[in-house]
């Protein structure tokens, strides 16, 4: 019974994106049916059409009068692109001084548009929300989570970063990774002053930073030590 009604709801979606398509083809300049037509792609996972129909919404609603929503959007559809990509499969069963690494579950490169792409978006949502008409429960929702993405955007950033300054690979940067970290890690508290594993990561970044760090090889011997700068 539980598959049926599972694949009734896909098939419902199905319709829905048809019936959005039908709405398209009416009323083309019509910025509310790519909106709904994008969010239905990316409810089947179908994330570039999603996308392109997102784009074309925000193009065609001049007066802003949704964009915020819109670009609260297409800020998810980046989230989890970056959640989905290497950093995302890092786990970690600790931040910490003494987290060992095995071979392929490093981080070792950081792409800062992995993380500015979704923050843009976020930013917009927020910058356009006054001028965003739709019912007050949405208005609420960008308007309270829009920040909250916001801040775990920095929080990932400011992880991954701490990741790559513990790869066994010598590169030179490590303190200055830890550094900008912390940066990161204060602005995902400026937005969110609650958020536990912010507050955790900065007692950890700090304590690396004043005692330094060893980097451990997959069998456990140290593999890298790196000087703490008091």
């Given amino acids: 019974d539980d598959e049926e009604e599972g694949e009734e709801v896909e098939f419902d979606l199905e319709a829905q994106v ?3 398509r039908r709405q398209i083809e009416e009323e083309p300049e019509n910025c509310v049916h790519h909106y709904n037509l994008g969010e239905a792609l990316a409810e089947l996972d179908q994330t570039d059409e999603a996308k392109a129909e997102f784009e074309t919404a925000l193009e065609l609603d001049q007066d802003k009068a949704f964009s915020a929503i819109i670009h609260f959007g297409l800020g998810g ?8 990509g290497i950093q995302g499969n890092v786990v970690r069963s600790s931040v910490g001084l003494h987290s060992q690494h095995k071979a392929g579950c490093q981080i070792i490169e950081v792409n800062d548009d992995d993380y500015e792409t979704p923050l843009i978006q976020y930013e917009a949502a927020i910058k356009t929300l006054d001028s965003l008409q739709a019912d007050e429960e949405i208005v609420d929702h960008v308007k309270e989570n829009a920040p909250k993405q916001i801040a775990d955007i920095y929080y990932k950033w400011a992880s991954d970063l701490i990741d790559k300054s513990r790869q066994i690979k010598v590169y030179g940067d490590e303190i200055k990774d830890v550094k900008q970290s912390l940066q990161y890690l204060k602005k ?31 069998y456990g011997f140290v593999a890298k030590e790196i000087q703490g700068i008091g």
């Fill in 188 to 218: 995902a508290l400026e937005l969110s002053p609650n958020h536990s594993q912010a507050q955790l990561m900065v007692k950890y970044a700090r304590k690396m930073l004043q005692e330094g760090w060893d980097i451990y090889d997959e």
């Fill in 18 to 20: 048809e019936e959005f």
């Fill in 77 to 84: 559809l980046y989230y989890h692109e970056m959640i989905a």
